[in-house]
């Protein structure tokens, strides 16, 4: 299942730089934290997860196979986007097709860094980009609001839920505030809500781009983004795009001794990834052997056959159970043989709701 997560800023954040350290991975990073570039713009990206490393040598597995999110460089913004100035129809496009926003905010001062604004103001930049989202998701929802209460008045039920569910998104917007704060009343309100698309109801990480000495505890900028994204429903996260820049050009060996001067247990851009997959409400689950350890990818609430689908439909389609070991079980216990001696091997069955870290094996006939 593909993710994809937008990369989008002003001139001058450090979008580019952080996007550059992403795809310069592939030469820096151990070939378990491959990166490579599907077209000059999108990246695959692996998502850092020691559990696979550990499930791996308990199986002596040949290989580890990581699963993946791509990150999207969308092309700049300027205002008057909604109205396609510059390359806004571009860039709301490019938006349109990704599944979360990861919005780079430069929080850091530098009289060498000319700021497009000439103001470092990270809140105004990220409301520069929200006024041209909000301006378009505002006139496409005020069309479809009209148009399905018409509908509504003819006993149209689907359309009666969209008017009410638009509604709100409509509320929301003419109070500048992002749709995603929407609330659907019940699943059929959150399939239209889900179906309509709208810009401003994706999720959004704000990525503060702070300068090297703030990386370990971020600054007073990153902290106003913090509660920006809290009172709106998003996320933040601190990274330095200087230190991303001199991590791709270290060798493996030296990086955790480089970040530990620094007060860091991780790279700037793994705290990106990690969070774009939570963002996302996305668990991992582990298939296990001698040939390959790998991690797969899955929404979270989703049942056995729903996760044995992301390997194959086939594996879907003819579900009949699924062996499962948990992933603390599997370590604890030594593999799978020691699982089943303590009778830690369970048989799921189609209503199984899968769980963050689960080790399993899918029977299947089709």
């Known amino acids: ?3 994809k997560c937008g990369i989008v800023g002003l001139p001058n954040v450090g979008k580019s730089t952080l996007f550059n350290a992403l795809t310069q991975t592939q030469a820096a990073q151990a070939a378990n934290y491959p990166f490579c570039t599907i077209e000059p713009n999108v990246g695959q990206v692996a998502v850092p997860d020691e559990r696979l490393e550990k499930l791996a040598a308990i199986s002596k597995s040949a290989k580890i196979i990581h ?3 791509a990150f999207v460089d969308i092309a700049g913004l300027v205002k008057g986007a909604s109205k396609g100035e510059g390359l806004g129809n571009q860039f709301l496009a490019n938006i349109r097709e990704v599944d979360a926003i990861v919005h780079v905010l430069r929080c850091f001062e530098d009289d060498d ?10 809140i105004a930049d990220a409301e520069v980009v929200e006024t041209e989202l909000m301006l378009a998701d505002l006139e496409s929802v005020e069309k479809r609001v009209e148009n399905a209460k018409r509908r509504a008045t003819s006993g ?8 009410s569910i638009l509604g709100q998104a409509l509320e929301f917007l003419k109070d ?4 995603r704060l929407v609330e659907p009343g019940d699943d059929e309100e959150a399939r239209l809500f889900e179906q309509a698309q709208l810009l401003t109801a994706k999720p959004v990480l704000y990525v503060c781009n702070v300068a090297e000495e703030d990386a370990a505890q971020g ?3 990153s902290k106003l983004v913090a509660e920006k994204a809290a009172a709106e429903g998003a996320q933040s996260v601190v990274v330095s795009a200087a230190i991303e820049s001199e991590l791709v050009e270290m060798e493996e060996a030296d990086r955790s001794e480089y970040l530990s001067e620094l007060g860091l247990d991780e790279s700037g851009l793994a705290k990106i990834i990690r969070a774009g997959y939570e963002l996302l409400g996305l668990q991992t689950f582990f298939t296990v052997g ?11 609430g989703a049942k056995a056959p729903q996760a044995a689908g992301e390997i194959h439909t086939d594996f879907e389609r003819g579900f009949i159970r699924a062996e499962t070991i948990a992933y603390e079980d599997y370590i604890a216990l030594g593999g799978e043989s020691g699982a089943k001696d303590a009778g830690k091997l369970r048989q799921e069955g189609k209503e199984y709701l899968v769980q963050d870290g689960d080790v399993l094996m899918f029977k ?3």
């Open 1 to 3: 299942m593909g993710f």
């Open 67 to 69: 699963t993946q999110l």
């Open 113 to 122: 860094i000319q700021h497009v604004n000439n103001k470092v103001d990270p």
């Open 156 to 163: 149209d039920k689907e359309a009666k839920a969209l008017a």
């Open 176 to 179: 500048g505030k992002p749709a």
């Open 219 to 221: 600054n007073a900028l």
């Open 290 to 300: 001698p040939k390959e350890a790998r991690a797969w990818t899955f929404p979270a």
């Open 364 to 366: 299947f006939n089709v």
